[in-house]
């Protein structure tokens, strides 16, 4: 089978030849650590092969945010503290110089929309038609920004140069967009929204409403010409153990627009539309499986989410990850006994693709770390859960070890402490 008809098999329930090989992915912060572990740059920039991955491929720029954007600027800067405007009109406070890149710490201070004329004014930004939404420009403005998140990017493909492509390709075609929620707390911040559910219930409507016709106005050339096996809907609209919105708002303000999107999407062929939430997920499927969803990841163990106990709880729904990163970090045997766990769930119920429950962090020790690429493998083309024991020829390749991550030590020299 190719990656493509594995991928749609998993997804599907069907039968495959073996389970995707699937991990998860390192961050820039943890790839730095990796280096000082004796990884070399050049077995990073050839990760997908060094690991074996099976990988997949997008379908081009689709960029959601404001154009044009808001004028950044500093309010106070104070050793590595900074305090500033964002691109997307938000006041906000960063570590200039951040302890792990990648895993960007921040603090929100105040959101642009608080009223009705405040959402009018940002709907103007916010066109779906606008050419630079899909189309590389020559040179994204200069930004304060520390890392990629709600940054205006100008690299990427245009989709309609790639048509061909992800039509002919072997791997999954997948596009990750931001949804509602992640869109209205963009706009209005999570109190601002939070409290606007209840004081301003029409105003969170017509924002939904409006994003649920971008969203589709946005999409919809490039999916009536592009096959793509999964759309991810991005949310992170979870504590750790419940949403952030309560079943019955989920219901009201989403369930309704969920399902129009969602029988968009199929119209147009897409295969599989899941949703990216951190957080506890029980609720969310609750609330839009299986009429507006066909999954969920990344299945965050220590939000409460047990892969097992979710695919017995709604039958036929597809997950992606649970593999807890937390337990990836101590001795191979503990390592050993989640990821087995995990694959044992995959094998006894179908449609789930283990990998790990979010980005890869630096705590964890790269030669662990490939001590489960090679665990999970072989795992995926059926090794025995209980007595396989991986040869560790990745671990082979690396050089010495010149020192391991201190997380404290990172954290202090982003924030100017002291350490104890």
Same mark, same amino acid.
């Given at each position: 089978?190719?990656?493509?008809?594995?991928?749609?098999?998993? #997804?599907?329930?069907?039968?495959?030849?073996?389970?995707?090989?699937?991990?998860?992915?390192?961050?820039?912060?943890?790839?730095?650590?990796?280096?000082?572990?004796?990884?070399?740059?050049?077995?990073?920039?050839?990760?997908?092969?060094?690991?074996?991955?099976?990988?997949?491929?997008?379908?081009?720029? @689709?960029?959601?945010?404001?154009?044009?954007?808001?004028?950044?600027?500093?309010?106070?800067?104070?050793?590595?503290?900074?305090?500033? $405007?964002?691109?997307? =009109?938000?006041?906000?406070?960063?570590?200039?110089?951040?302890?792990?890149?990648?895993?960007?710490?921040?603090?929100?201070?105040?959101?642009?929309?608080?009223?009705?004329?405040?959402?009018?004014?940002?709907?103007?930004?916010?066109?779906?038609?606008?050419?630079?939404?899909?189309?590389?420009?020559?040179? #994204?403005?200069?930004?304060?920004?520390?890392?990629?998140?709600?940054?205006?990017?100008?690299?990427?493909?245009?989709?309609?140069?790639?048509?061909?492509?992800?039509?002919?390709?072997?791997?999954?075609?997948?596009?990750?967009?931001? &949804?509602?929620?992640?869109?209205?707390?963009?706009?209005?911040?999570?109190?601002?929204? *939070?409290?606007?559910?209840?004081?301003?219930?029409?105003? %969170?409507?017509?924002?939904?409403?409006?994003?649920?016709? @971008?969203?589709?106005?946005?999409?919809?050339?490039?999916?009536?010409?592009?096959?793509?096996?999964?759309?991810?809907?991005?949310?992170?609209?979870?504590?750790?153990?419940?949403?952030?919105? *309560?079943?019955?708002?989920?219901?009201?303000?989403?369930?309704?627009?969920?399902?129009?999107?969602?029988?968009?999407?199929?119209?147009?062929?897409?295969?599989?539309?899941?949703?990216?939430?951190?957080?506890?997920?029980?609720?969310?499927?609750?609330?839009?499986?299986?009429?507006?969803?066909? =999954?969920?990841?990344?299945?965050?163990?220590?939000? &409460?989410?047990?892969?097992?106990?979710?695919?017995?709880?709604?039958?036929?729904?597809?997950?992606?990850?649970?593999?807890?990163?937390?337990?990836?970090?101590?001795?191979?045997?503990?390592?050993?006994?989640?990821?087995?766990?995990?694959?044992?769930?995959?094998?006894?119920?179908?449609?789930?693709?283990?990998?790990?429950?979010?980005? $890869?962090?630096?705590?964890?020790?790269?030669?662990? @770390?490939?001590?489960? %690429?090679?665990? #999970?493998? *072989?795992?995926?083309?059926?090794?025995?859960?209980?007595?396989?024991?991986?040869?560790?020829?990745?671990?082979?390749?690396?050089?010495?070890?010149?020192?391991? @991550?201190?997380?404290?030590?990172?954290?202090?020299?982003?924030?100017?402490?002291?350490?104890?």
């Amino acid at each position: 089978m190719t990656a493509r008809e594995r991928f749609l098999a998993v #997804a599907r329930g069907g039968e495959v030849d073996r389970l995707p090989y699937s991990f998860g992915g390192p961050r820039a912060s943890t790839f730095a650590a990796w280096r000082r572990q004796g990884l070399c740059d050049e077995l990073i920039r050839d990760w997908g092969r060094f690991t074996g991955q099976d990988g997949g491929m997008g379908v081009g720029k @689709f960029y959601t945010g404001p154009l044009p954007a808001f004028e950044e600027r500093v309010v106070s800067e104070e050793g590595n503290i900074r305090t500033w $405007v964002d691109g997307w =009109g938000v006041t906000r406070v960063d570590a200039i110089r951040q302890p792990t890149d990648g895993f960007a710490t921040r603090a929100y201070l105040e959101f642009p929309v608080k009223a009705p004329a405040d959402f009018e004014a940002m709907r103007a930004r916010f066109d779906p038609h606008t050419p630079e939404r899909t189309r590389p420009i020559p040179e #994204a403005p200069p930004s304060m920004n520390p890392d990629g998140y709600r940054h205006h990017y100008a690299g990427g493909t245009y989709w309609g140069d790639l048509v061909d492509t992800c039509n002919a390709a072997d791997v999954p075609v997948m596009l990750g967009i931001a &949804g509602l929620y992640w869109t209205a707390r963009d706009w209005c911040g999570f109190e601002g929204l *939070s409290y606007m559910v209840h004081d301003q219930p029409a105003l %969170v409507h017509e924002m939904f409403e409006y994003w649920t016709w @971008f969203l589709m106005e946005l999409l919809d050339e490039a999916l009536t010409r592009i096959k793509v096996d999964l759309i991810i809907l991005n949310e992170d609209m979870a504590y750790k153990k419940q949403a952030m919105l *309560s079943p019955s708002s989920i219901r009201e303000f989403m369930l309704p627009r969920y399902r129009r999107l969602y029988e968009f999407l199929k119209e147009r062929g897409v295969e599989v539309v899941t949703m990216d939430s951190d957080g506890y997920n029980g609720q969310i499927l609750e609330a839009l499986y299986p009429s507006a969803l066909d =999954g969920i990841c990344p299945v965050e163990i220590a939000a &409460g989410n047990d892969p097992g106990e979710m695919l017995q709880r709604f039958p036929g729904v597809f997950l992606q990850g649970g593999i807890d990163k937390r337990e990836l970090r101590f001795g191979r045997e503990q390592l050993r006994t989640e990821v087995a766990t995990r694959y044992a769930t995959a094998r006894r119920h179908g449609r789930y693709i283990p990998h790990v429950d979010h980005g $890869v962090p630096p705590d964890i020790p790269v030669r662990n @770390f490939l001590y489960f %690429v090679e665990l #999970a493998k *072989s795992y995926c083309d059926g090794a025995d859960l209980l007595t396989y024991e991986p040869p560790c020829g990745l671990e082979k390749q690396l050089g010495p070890i010149q020192g391991m @991550f201190d997380p404290r030590s990172a954290i202090a020299a982003a924030y100017g402490l002291e350490e104890e």
